[in-house]
Each structure stands twice: as C-alpha cells, then as structure tokens.
C-alpha cells in the first residue's frame, strides 16, 4: 500500500499595492520622528513609479534611513513595520521568479552591505517586534507575511511538481518562516512530507504530515484533505512500523491503526474507506491485537447488509489471510449476495473453500467463475482443483481414477488456452458510463490477432451491455493493453 499521491495545487496569493495603514485597536505611529516620515514618502513614490530602477533605488532608501543608527531614531515598532513593507515591496518587483536572497547591500542597508539578506527570516524578524511591542497590531503584520507567504509557497508547490524535492522542502520552510500562523501552513508541511517521503526519508514524512494534520482546520472545505492526509500517515507509519522489530514495531502498528481508524471516523465514505479499513485490521493483526480484530468484523458477520459488497470482499481478504476461513466464507457469501459476478471475489472463495476441503460448495463458484473470467489458466486451475480436493475424499477406486484424470485434464486444458485475459481496472462512473482497462498475453508460438467479447450483467445475471475489443498483432509471449 502507498499513500495516495496529488500533484500540489497552487494558492491565491496577496497583493500590496499601497502600504497598509494600522487600524483599530493597533496604534502605530509612522510618522515620528522624521525618519519614518521620509521613510513612507519613499515607498509611496516607491508605488507610484514604473521604472524598475527607480523602484529599486527607492526601496533602498526607505531601508537605509530606517535601519542608519536605529537606536537615535526609536519608534521600534514603527519602524520595523516600515522596513517590513520595504522588504515585501522589494520582494514583489521581482516578478514571477521573486527574490528571495540578496547582500544586505542589495536592500539598502549600510552596515555590512556584503552580509546575507534572507527574506523570509528579515521579515519575520522585524515584524516579530512588531507584534511584540503592539499585540494589536498582529492583524496589521499578517497581510504583508501572507504576502509572501503565499507566493513562496506556491514556488514550493512548483518544486514538488516538478519533482525537485530538496528545493520544494527548503521553499516550504522559508514560507513558514514567513508567516508560521498562516491558516495554509498544513499545505507547507504537506510539501515537506510529500517531498520527504519522495527522497525516502518515512521520519521526516511522518514528523512533517502530523503537523500538517494539526494545523488543518475542521471545517468541511477541509475535510477532504485532511482526510487525504490522515491516510498517508497511517500509511506511512505502517510503512515505517513494518521495518521495525520487538516492542518498537508492536507501538508503531497500533500507531498506524489509529491512524486508520482516524481516517475511517472522518472519512467512512472515503476514497480510500475499503483500504483504510483492511489496513486497519491487519495493522492490529500484525500488532498481535486479535480480540480487536474480532470486534471489527463481528458487526460485519452478525449485520452484513449494513455493508456494501466491496467492504464485505475487503473484509473477508483480511479474514482469509489470516487463516479464519470460516469468518472469510461468511463475508465472501454475503456481498457475492449482493454482487454474483465480481471476479475476484468469485476467485477468493474458491480458494477458500478449497482451504476448507468443501469441493462441493467449491463447484458451483468455480463454475460461476469460468463463466465470468474464461481465459484465465488459474481458473482452469481451480476447477482442476475441485477434483483435486473430491479425489483426496473417496476411497472409491472408480471415482478416484475419474478424478484424478479430471485433474490431468483441466491442468492440460489450462496450457493450451492461447492467450491469457487480465482485466486491471473495472469502474463504473456517473451515468452507468462503464471504463474497462486490462492486457491480453499471448500464450502461442506466433503472432497474433485477438478479438475480446465483454458482457456486462446485472444482479441476477442478465446482460445489459457488450463491447468487443481487438487487440492486433500481439507477439508470441507478450503482451498488449486495451481499454
């Protein structure tokens, strides 16, 4: 199981066209003394120039009279929001690859013009004291670090798309910095785990995607994503708890199954609700949990029509491999009730019973199974597999050579079917719209060209649709797609 991957979409980001004034409660004065007052007439020329070098020149000119000797000018507050604004001014000249650092020189300061300028790190420092010395002004300070925020966040996105992780997890971290209170930061974290999880790093991935979980909201424009991320982790955690051993391994499976269970509270609709649910089950399985593995199933075999077909197939894998054949029978039986002609579902009971050593309750399946999937050697295999299992219960001379020579012949048959039919995706969208994927193998000596006759059938086994599909010119031994 992997967690599920989306490519990042990007975020609507702020402007600034005009410096922002403090309003209501938030009393800044950035006016006083003198040097705030040249300072505000420098950015607002600043705004309304077009020239990218008299921009830059003006720019530099409110920082360097705010930042000369700041100690004589006081007015802290003041006038790191002065300077904040510069910096976000400055950013934003850059264009559609906006800066990000630069010497102090570049920005206008006199004193070690040679030294490093990191934007998110000066932004966040100056109007850090911002909202230190005037709490009030917190609302004030947040369009211009949301500013950036969004823009770097979005170059982070563009990173992970472009599969450039190392870059995409630095970007992430400078728009954190940047505004750590932004309500997208769980979209920075996603691009650090994301990113993480992509150069191998499950620590860094997990650290990074739980508190990505914790800064999303609960609101239902977020319930998708969150829910999204949740999976991920369990995922990642049971990943994690799988290359572990001792007590180590047992925490992180029932670490994982929480996660699960997480998921499947929010999400028990989910797109990955079946997943999420097996996974939850064999997370605890593997932890040594039996009794709650128990439990999960228990309402499933005691209320079955409370559940969909696909849930009852999902559960009753979990059952099988976990040698409860008799649990696994029961959930099989119930959504093939709900759902006679699901392939895999038709497969998994046979071998279920055949564990069972019920070749006759084995027949009936097998033979539903051959009807629905003909091409397909492993089910001429299972029906060998009937006589096999009725072989092993007579002491009846006559019958056991007819069923050992209906072993020989199914085995026979199964090597000369000349191609092998695998369907690999099988959804049914809005409208009944029906888009089916699979490959065809050749199993001759030479080329060749097939035709596919598909019949689709209703509960009770009528044919509602038909579709033939060729596949030409398929060499012998290989395989083609179709859909």
Not at 223 to 250: C, M, P, Y
Request: aromatic share 8%; net charge neutral; proline share 4%.
């Amino acid at each position: 199981m992997t967690p599920t991957r989306i490519a990042l979409a990007a975020f609507a980001v702020a402007s600034l066209a005009a410096p922002l004034l403090a309003q209501g409660a938030c009393e800044l004065e950035t006016r006083k003394p003198y040097q705030l007052a040249s300072a505000t007439l420098y950015l607002s020329k600043h705004d309304q120039s077009s020239n990218e070098d008299d921009r830059l020149k003006l720019i530099q000119g409110a920082v360097k009279v705010l930042s000369d000797n700041p100690d004589r000018i006081g007015n802290p507050a003041g006038r790191n929001y002065l300077l904040g604004q510069a910096f976000v001014r400055w950013f934003q000249d850059g264009g559609q690859k906006p800066p990000i650092r630069a010497t102090r020189g570049d920005v206008g300061y006199s004193d070690d013009p040679d030294g490093a300028f990191v934007l998110p790190e000066a932004l966040d420092e100056v109007m850090g004291v911002v909202e230190r010395e005037l709490p009030a002004c917190a609302d004030s300070t947040k369009r211009f670090r949301n500013a950036v925020f969004g823009r770097v966040l979005n170059t982070a996105i563009a990173f992970y798309n472009g599969k450039q992780y190392d870059s995409a997890i630095v970007y992430a971290n400078y728009a954190l910095k940047a505004n750590a209170r932004s309500p997208q930061v769980g979209a920075a974290y996603q691009v650090i785990s994301n990113s993480s999880q992509a150069k191998g790093d499950l620590t860094g991935a997990i650290a990074s995607l739980q508190v990505a979980i914790a800064k999303m909201g609960n609101d239902p424009a977020s319930i998708a994503s969150k829910s999204t991320a949740i999976f991920n982790l369990a995922v990642l955690s049971r990943d994690q708890a799988l290359k572990q051993e001792g007590d180590v391994r047992t925490v992180g499976l029932r670490q994982a199954a929480a996660h699960f269970k997480s998921y499947l509270d929010l999400a028990p609709d989910g797109e990955n609700a079946s997943s999420a649910r097996a996974a939850y089950a064999r997370s605890l399985q593997d932890a040594g949990d039996t009794a709650a593995v128990a439990g999960i199933y228990s309402d499933m075999l005691a209320n079955p029509a409370k559940y969909t077909a696909l849930q009852l197939f999902e559960a009753g894998v979990v059952q099988a491999n976990a040698a409860h054949f008799g649990d696994a029978a029961t959930l099989y039986e119930a959504g093939l009730g709900m759902n006679p002609y699901y392939r895999d579902a038709l497969f998994n009971l046979s071998n279920v019973y055949f564990a069972q050593h019920l070749p006759e309750k084995m027949a009936p399946v097998v033979a539903r199974l051959r009807a629905v999937d003909p091409m397909n050697s492993d089910v001429l295999k299972l029906a060998g597999a009937v006589w096999q299992e009725r072989g092993r219960q007579t002491t009846e001379p006559k019958m056991k050579k007819m069923t050992q020579d209906s072993v020989i012949a199914y085995i026979e048959a199964s090597g000369k079917l000349p191609a092998r039919v695998t369907v690999t995706q099988f959804t049914v969208g809005r409208e009944g719209k029906v888009a089916l994927t699979g490959i065809v193998e050749n199993l001759g000596k030479a080329a060749a060209n097939f035709t596919l006759g598909f019949e689709l059938l209703d509960k009770a086994g009528g044919v509602v649709g038909k579709a033939d599909v060729k596949v030409d010119g398929i060499a012998p031994a290989a395989s083609a797609g179709f859909n």
